[in-house]
């Protein structure tokens, strides 16, 4: 049994010191010549279940690889993962297990929490809501007035909202699903923004709706009064005893979903091991979704889930997709300084999970857009350097080799270009000339962000403008013509060069749900689609170089405009369909990455005190409104700010 030392900090041991180390190495190489190597690349393609992800446009090597695993075995990742399968109190800071793998188990499968199998009373539920989503699907459930219930609004909020959203987006359009939720509606309702109540209830009729109250602890204030706000809307119209056959709730808070006046044998259980934002997969998700597409339907997403959940506990690291996945997180996070990511839980915590402050970066900030939108918004700054570095710099330049020539009839030389290693080519000024060392004024924006310069500098016989220059190897008996060179840029940061570099993650679908094929044309609109989805990780990887450009004859003035230095890290996942199945597997490949990272950073994925703070003030700021509402009395206790703001808010209101 492993345990790590409570003081011991990941980043102190020796294969994360060997990687921090590694990436100056990695810095020297650009992501065109990595791809250049077949080998390397046919290592970085891993499939499963009909999942084919290739991370090869990530700034690795096989050997970065290594590392990366020798990381992992260090954290000890594996006996995490089995310790978070064997049911473990793993969220120590809430004394809990990470069990949402049970939620998705098959029926005879064992999964244990404190010695219980927990996987029977996982099916209780599914046996309850399949029964429940049937019947009112059949219209054997009715509203109080006998009519059948054909919309859903489902009110929760976080991981009580996004994660059947996310589900529920990805359904609506499969022809299968779509056609077992013919003549229904799932809304969610979340923000307590009472313009959202108004969008949601717009269209909707009290007698056909079901309102589902989904919410963990039952406590949660948005919820809670969004909650309140529709059973005003059902009593007021249908009178005080419809809320038993319009309102039903999911909770690990059966008293309080009492207490709030729904019946608890409408009441939908899940457990304290479901942390909130893996929760999708209890009857957090599983009742409104099975509502709206059928239980069937839903048990498919449950399968896909399991399915990526036995890869992940017994896949050797080479070929696990989450463990590759977070790795690579890891990697671009804490030791290349990639602070966001392009694709869905953010980790981001500022302490390991014994308390330690971190220092390094735990934790990517994810942003996304389907389809073409994000190329079509925000592509614009993943591609280029949208740090000015500086225009130019002094370059001080040893030859480590010299080739000699004769010198012209003129006896006069000029530099003429400096050729790079990876195919660029900078024309600089010379600022002085040595024997074996020079100096040159060069322009900043020809240089290719984190590759070292290694090349060539050539003399041409065109004249005069470096007479001082020349007259000093006129000196010479012997004209040395080329000076192969390797520097490292002095006093320059790459990092300036680089930008706000984010890796992306392509997530691409090889059969379209609806496939589009317009006459006359042989590339269907899906492939336009994918064509992008092939198209934008070489973008980012390539970039375009000034040599490219002069090439193509772009006028010198926009040359800059159009210089990307590529070098952008991406990883791309392709899968067969959309299906209920698929999207399962992508939710628990993106839910077990987190994990991986977690386990590798040493913190604590499963606890959310952070958004906890903003609750309790928001708390102060609510007695403060109560207060000030129903005895008149001044705003007091907040920051000048605060104070001023709460004190126009209520003035203005007043009026
Ligand atoms: O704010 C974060 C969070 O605690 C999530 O984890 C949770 O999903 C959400 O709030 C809502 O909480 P609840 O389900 O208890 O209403």
Redesign the pocket.
Known sequence: MFSMPSTTLVCDTEPWKDLKGHVKEIEKTHLHDLMNDVERCKSMMVEFDGILLDYSRQRVRQDTVEKLFKLAEEAHLKQKMDRMYGGERINSTENRSVLHIALRAPRDKVVCSDGKNVVPDVWTVLDKIKDFSERVRSGSWVGATGKVLKDVVAI?????FLGPLFVHTALQTDPEAGESAKGRQLRFLANVDPIDVARNITGLNPETTLVVV????F??AE?MLNARTLKEWIQASLGPQAVAKHMVAVSTNIPLVKEFGIDPANAFAFWDWV???Y?VCSAVGVLPLSLQYGFPIVQKFLNGASSIDNHFYSTSFEKNIPVLLGLLSVWNVSFLGYPARVSMESNGKGVSIDGIPLPFEAGEIDFGEPGTNGQHSFYQLIHQVPVKPPPWFYLNMVATELKGQEWNEHGLWKLWEIKFGNDCVALPEVFHLGFFSMQLLVDASMLVPNVPMRGSVMLTNEVHLFSLVCIQFANLSKIVMIFYFEIDLPSISFKTFQGRVIPCDFIGIVKSQQPIYLKGEAVSNHDELMSNFFAQPDALAYGKTREQLLGEKVPNHLIPHKTFSGNRPSLSLLLPSLSAYNIGQLLAIYEHRIAVEGFIWGINSFD?WG?ELGKSLATQVRKQLNLSRTKGEPVMGFNFSTSTLLTRYLELLAI
């Open positions: 929760g909020i976080g991981g009580s989904v919410s963990k602890t406590t949660t919820t942390g909130g934002r929760s959310q958004v």
